[in-house]
């Protein structure tokens, strides 16, 4: 989904174990409902402070960030993060990435247990505080997959946090809601997107989710 984070020509492939969680991690982003409920503005950051899609401390259960750390432990996961990167400080974070290629080429190419040293360090640091490490495991908190054909489990957490307004107007962003649906995207959603772009609706995001999550079980029940 995000090529330019780890192109086969700048730092490497990651092994594929590794791989496998940048993988979940960008599909349960884009496609989790339950994500909306931790948007870090409730004004979409129509006041400049920040951007309509970014999140804030979604809880992320220990266990998955610790088996995420072990399996990209190694020489051969490398990702950009700057030459004079050290324990603790990348130079570059998650985000930038590209532009860590474009400035550094392999030369700021790190392995990922040199800079993140923890699971902890890896969910809390990686993406900038999007997400937090949960190690109480008596609390609420998610995980990035689960065995398909099974209940997404994320769905019986935090049931009463509410989901911040619907962005008014640019819910769409940067989709390009046509292309989507011509990509297999289920219509109602991308039906439900177009409508709230255009102001024909300004139903909550607890709407939008429970939309998203209707639509994503008809599909699997397909």
Request: with cysteine; proline share 4%.
């Given at each position: ?171 769409g ?5 046509t ?13 439900y ?30």
């Amino acid at each position: 989904m995000y090529p330019d984070h780890n192109p086969a020509n700048g730092c490497g492939q990651l092994s594929s174990a590794c791989e496998k969680f940048f993988i979940e991690e960008g599909c349960f982003y884009e496609c989790d409902h339950n994500v909306g409920k931790w948007r870090a503005h409730d004004d979409c950051g129509a006041d400049g402070t920040g951007n309509e899609w970014q999140i804030e401390a979604m809880p992320i259960k220990a266990s998955y960030c610790d088996a995420w750390y072990e399996a990209c432990r190694g020489a051969d996961n490398k990702l950009c993060m700057g030459s004079t990167s050290t324990e603790g400080a990348p130079q570059y974070g998650y985000f930038a990435q590209p532009t860590c290629h474009e400035e550094q080429g392999t030369g700021g190419c790190k392995r990922i247990d040199e800079v993140y040293t923890s699971g902890f360090h890896m969910c809390e640091t990686m993406w900038a505080g999007s997400f937090k490490y949960e190690n109480d495991t008596s609390a609420d908190a998610y995980v990035m997959s689960f065995d398909e054909g099974t209940a997404n489990p994320n769905n019986a957490v935090f049931q009463s946090k509410n989901y911040p307004t619907v962005c008014p107007v640019s819910i769409g962003g940067g989709v390009n809601l046509t292309l989507a649906e011509e990509e297999g995207c289920d219509v109602g959603v991308v039906s439900y997107l177009i409508e709230s772009q255009s102001g024909a609706t300004r139903q909550s995001a607890r709407a939008f989710g429970a939309a998203v999550a209707i639509a994503a079980a008809s599909v699997l029940l397909a």
